[in-house]
């Protein structure tokens, strides 16, 4: 029977019909996740609807950096779901503006001359937006002439030719809407949309971003960047370091074991980190070591880090066409003979760091008294937790293996398989809902952790006490986040519980866990809410799954003689029809914080201990439904 699998087809199946030539545009939408990364529904911060709002951005950012327009506009029209950008620059030469756009392997960044440490040099990007898109329109404006050029799917519909135009300023305007053939019923989130303005606002300092009418202007950079995106309180003044072509701004915060970073290569969000990442590290560490003259390791020197991080480099080498890991060594590409004098990304930034950082802590005492003062808290509790941890792991790697409450898949994030960016694991309450998503899940990209009621308060409690807790041990060895979220298992992590006041609960309790000892965790938006519907609205005809009162209605009214029946659990779900809720149509609401959130505030008075002042907030608020249950506000 074996053998039968691997009989050899016959030379029928493999002809000269086989042999098939695509053009370029074909291939991009045959293969858009060589291109884009996932496609996605707009629910995650890397779906590929904002990669290609970052594609047409960055080849902006690339005029301004090459002293080129100061000013770039980002409208998003969320009915219509069509995004326009508008530079300054010098505008797409106008006869290869057509090609530009359409022909890969054709443009300006091949020549090193032209465009400087840019970060796109593919020659790919907005062919990909164009080739993704069901409509794209592109115009240049340059000399005192224009030409623009419509496009559907990545043809051609309409060229204007050359024309005459002596009062708009020079630069490109791009539009586009991503097509719902391949990203389905997408959604642009505009958080995440704000966020990447942002970064490009801190990293390129004398540029204006505009998104919908809105200003967005850094005088700081990097100090902006992480004084703006801090979630505790600084233990001292951020130190920030400009020299050449690196920046960094870093200080420590209570609360975190692990280093965290924002990282960039010209301007490129490596949320994955690389090289860069790496030498700064390796150099923070050894110089903050000389300079205390104790022999800690780096991960204590290192514990509760918190670092922006920007290095431009010639030509960088990233990992994947989404850029979001650097793999460069050197800060110049290699030679025609592969050899290389540049310098090492490594010793560039530890040359740098001697001089400056260890400067800075002689010079600002209370700063680095307050640095010494958290390592040496940093090291009393490995001390404290040395034992404990290990005889923890241990029992959470056999537990891993011997328990079902972990159904794992086969690929993870952690890895460099295609899907890697697919990961995802459902953390639920009890056997009965975790039942239902077991049954219907992939089991390739989608794992289950199944909880044994209400995990643990963790508001008021150290890492000591999570290595005792065995669930919770279990959950972050699962996710493989001890020793910070570089070995994430899972790019989603999503919390399906009950829409009742317990499952309520159960998200505030694995919120807190998250936030008081991995918030990189939901800062690096990994974090995810599973929306499954409330109704089930059917007839013998259709059935319409509503996720709300308002779609309830309006499905009876659309629905002749149906009869409704209301989910109280996941549970309830049929593995049959769970398929449809976790699924291409997985509705997904992301964990998001704003830098104005009080993270800490929010986190006292929820699962603090002000019984009373929460009870009264409570009774304040408290409404009655017609149904006689009672809910809050």
């Not at 090459?66 to 995004?83: C, D, L, M, P």
């Not at 390791?297 to 989404?322: D, K, M």
Request: hydrophobic fraction near 35%.
């Amino acid at each position: 029977m074996a053998d039968d699998i691997f009989t050899p087809q016959t030379t029928a199946d493999y002809n000269d019909d086989s042999i098939v030539h695509l053009e370029d545009m074909e291939h991009i939408r045959l293969r858009p996740g060589m291109y884009i990364g996932k496609l996605g529904d707009g629910s995650s911060h890397d779906d590929g609807i904002y990669v290609l709002i970052k594609e047409v951005i960055d080849n902006s950012i690339d005029e301004f950096t090459s002293g080129f327009g100061k000013k770039i506009e980002v409208k998003i029209n969320f009915a219509e779901r069509k995004v326009s950008i508008r530079d300054y620059g010098r505008g797409i030469p106008l006869g290869k503006l057509v090609e530009a756009v359409s022909k890969l392997n054709t443009g300006a960044k091949y020549d090193s001359k032209v465009f400087q440490k840019s970060v796109g040099l593919n020659g790919v990007g907005t062919k990909a937006v164009n080739a993704l898109s069901s409509y794209f329109r592109v115009q240049s404006f340059r000399d005192g002439k224009t030409r623009w050029a419509e496009f559907a799917e990545g043809k051609l519909t309409n060229d204007s030719g050359l024309l005459t135009d002596n009062r708009s300023e020079s630069g490109t305007m791009v539009e586009f809407i991503p097509d719902s053939k391949l990203f389905g019923n997408y959604h642009f989130i505009s958080e995440y949309v704000e966020k990447r303005i942002w970064n490009y606002a801190y990293l390129n300092r004398g540029l204006t971003m505009y998104y919908n009418d809105r200003r967005y202007y850094s005088k700081n950079g990097l100090l902006d960047l992480l004084e703006n995106n801090l979630q505790a309180e600084p233990l001292y003044p951020v130190i920030h370091i400009k020299e050449g072509d690196f920046e960094a701004a870093f200080t420590h915060i209570n609360g975190q074991s692990n280093d965290y970073y924002y990282s960039f290569v010209n301007g490129q969000h490596t949320t994955e980190g690389g090289t860069h990442q790496s030498a700064f590290r390796e150099a923070y560490a050894r110089v903050v070591k000389e300079f205390i003259r104790k022999d800690y390791t780096p991960e204590v020197i290192r514990g509760g880090l918190v670092c922006a991080l920007c290095v431009r480099i010639q030509e960088p080498v990233f990992e994947a066409q989404t850029k979001t890991k650097l793999g460069s060594t050197h800060l110049e590409p290699n030679k025609v003979d592969g050899t290389n004098d540049s310098p090492l990304l490594k010793t560039y930034v530890l040359d740098i760091l001697k001089r400056n950082l260890d400067n800075y802590l002689h010079i600002h005492a209370d700063t680095a008294e307050a640095l010494l003062a958290k390592i040496n808290a940093n090291e009393k509790e490995r001390k404290d937790i040395a034992g404990i941890k290990k005889v923890a792991r241990e029992a959470g790697k056999k537990a891993s293996i011997n328990n079902r409450k972990l159904r794992d898949c086969h690929v993870h994030y952690n890895t460099n398989h295609a899907r890697r960016l697919e990961s995802t694991i459902f953390i639920t309450e009890g056997d009965s809902a975790s039942g239902s998503i077991t049954k219907s899940r992939d089991v390739d990209t989608q794992a289950v952790f199944s909880l044994r009621g209400k995990p643990k308060n963790t508001y008021s409690i150290g890492k000591v006490d999570v290595y005792k807790n065995e669930e919770l041990n279990l959950l972050h060895n699962a996710l493989d986040i001890d020793d910070g979220i570089e070995n994430l298992r899972y790019n989603n992590v999503v919390i399906a519980t009950d829409a009742d006041v317990d499952g309520m609960h159960i998200r505030l309790l694995l919120l807190t866990f998250f936030l008081r000892f991995y918030p990189e965790l939901i800062s690096s938006g990994h974090v995810y809410i599973l929306q499954t519907p409330l109704f089930r609205v059917r007839n013998k005809q259709k059935t319409i799954y509503c996720y709300s009162d308002e779609e309830r209605i309006t499905a009876l009214n659309a629905t002749p003689n149906a009869e409704i029946t209301r989910f109280k659990g996941l549970g309830e779900i049929s593995p049959d029809e769970f398929k449809n809720f976790i699924g291409n149509d997985m509705r997904l609401d992301p964990v998001l914080l704003h830098k104005e959130f009080d993270t800490q505030g929010v986190l006292s008075f929820y699962m603090g201990e002000n019984t009373l002042e929460r009870r009264e907030f409570i009774m304040r608020n408290l409404r009655i439904e017609d149904d006689e249950s009672i809910v809050v506000a």
